[in-house]
């Protein structure tokens, strides 16, 4: 099992996602995704992770203070929510992860630009 936080500034990422995706393909190495739930993530179960080395992609979200239009005959107005996270976490991604075995704790600790 790899598990871990991730902050943003002093924050929990309170919802989001991460990705590790393997530097090298190999046999047995592919992109695992895990939901980030009040800055806690867990890979586990059927998602064994080889050791390697990880390009790692963290998104977060919030609401945005704008809501979607409901559709027609319904009341329900949806939040809409958008990615805080500065680019260098996800999209253009600087974060990397060595991973040695399958029982990891892991911290991600990102900086407001």
């Known amino acids: 099992m790899v598990a871990g936080k991730v902050l943003y500034g002093d924050q929990p990422v309170a ?20 939901v980030i739930t009040d800055g806690v993530f867990n890979f586990s179960g059927s998602q064994k992770i080889a050791p390697g080395t990880y390009e790692v992609v963290i ?6 203070g704008q809501s979607i239009a409901p559709e027609e005959g319904s009341e329900e107005v949806i939040d809409r929510y958008v990615q805080y996270l500065p680019s260098r976490y996800n999209t253009h991604t600087e974060l990397i992860l060595e991973v040695a075995g399958d029982n990891s704790e892991i911290l991600f600790e990102l900086t407001p630009q």
């Open 59 to 64: 998104t977060g979200r919030r609401k945005s």
């Open 15 to 34: 919802d989001g996602r991460i990705a590790l995706r393997p530097k090298v393909k190999t046999a047995g190495t592919r992109t695992l995704q895990a």
